[in-house]
Nanobody, 119 residues
Framework: QVQLVESGGGLVQAGGSLRLSCTASGSDFSINVMGWYRQAPGEQRELVAT???????NYGDSVKGRFTISRDNVKTTIFLQMNSLKPEDTAVYYC?????????????WGQGTQVTVSS
């Protein structure tokens, strides 16, 4: 089982920046995709950004051009650089890992980190 630990959330004013980190541990296999999702109160969890083991990235429409996902060379830590933050970015941000084994898909979630953007 893959454990994910997030850090970097907090309170920031609109227009400011934050950087989230997520470190994966407990796997001796390659994680295929890691990413960030967020969930605001009363809303469904939505995609923020993902990055594959090959380096391909994917972003939710609401964050394109403002957020950047990246990873370290060991591929066990990912980062989310969030710029030009808006109050509507306020949510709990969850790290996710997805991998394939024996033709099955497995996924793991972090505990979440709160991001609050004040107007």
């Amino acid at each position: 089982q893959v454990q994910l630990v997030e850090s970097g959330g907090g309170l920031v004013q609109a227009g400011g920046s934050l950087r989230l980190s997520c470190t994966a541990s407990g796997s001796d296999f390659s994680i295929n995709v890691m990413g960030w999702y967020r969930q605001a109160p009363g809303e469904q969890r939505e995609l923020v950004a993902t990055i594959s083991s090959g380096g391909s990235t994917n972003y939710g429409d609401s964050v394109k051009g403002r957020f950047t996902i990246s990873r370290d060379n060991v591929k066990t830590t990912i980062f989310l650089q969030m710029n030009s933050l808006k109050p509507e970015d306020t949510a709990v941000y969850y790290c996710n890992a997805l991998w394939f084994q024996r033709l099955k898909i497995f996924t793991s979630w972090g505990q979440g980190t709160q991001v609050t953007v004040s107007s």
